[in-house]
């Protein structure tokens, strides 16, 4: 059995740290999600010339003060805009469409505006799209170690191209988790890089190590041949 070193000995604790902490923080607070996923309330306001995002910005900025809101351009032809915020109030739907109203010379109506309720994105439905292109790819890549490095044994090939994957993204989801960094479409962006990342360190080291088995067989042929 090879015998663990005092730095990776490090490198695996801290990494055990990570998870077990990202295990705790996710079961206790769960993930914090984009706007775009989180339970949130939204305004959809029309207007035929369309809006200056920019100012529309500013407006939500005054009204919501403090709270996080997301203002977004909607439909084909850029004449509506949503406005998103965790939760968004009679008085401050009001407030915006009278600013509004007041800018654009408009005459809308908060009688109306209906404020929205959206339910959070559940986790599974924003992973799923990459379920099965994963387990294929992953399938693939290790059939593919397993017919090149051979050599250097099937057990190590299995355990590293199963474990080290797996923990990546761990580890990954862990920090987000923790950090309270919002779940989006970035973050799935991200998760895929690491995956593809993963595999090419492995494949790194794999070469490293099908290298020097190559040199050692290499090695013993020749103390054969020289003593035959």
Sequence with gaps: MKKIDGKNKIIYVIVCII????AIVYFTKGFKFDMDYAKRDQIVLSNKTGFDISKIMEICKEIFENKEFKVQEVEI???SVQISSKEITE????KII???NGEYSLDISPDN???QNIEQTRIKDMVKPYILPVIIS????LLYFLIKYRKIGVKNILSTGIILPIVSELVFYSILVILRIPFGNIVNSVAIGIYVWTFMVIAAK???KLKLVN???SKENKSKNENA
């Design 206 to 208: 794999f070469e490293n």
């Design 91 to 94: 008085e401050e739907k009001g």
């Design 19 to 22: 998870i077990v902490a990202g």
């Design 113 to 115: 505006i209906n404020v």
């Design 77 to 79: 032809f850029k004449n």
């Design 98 to 100: 009278e600013k509004i």
């Design 215 to 217: 040199e050692e067989e």
């Design 138 to 141: 992953f399938s693939i890549i």
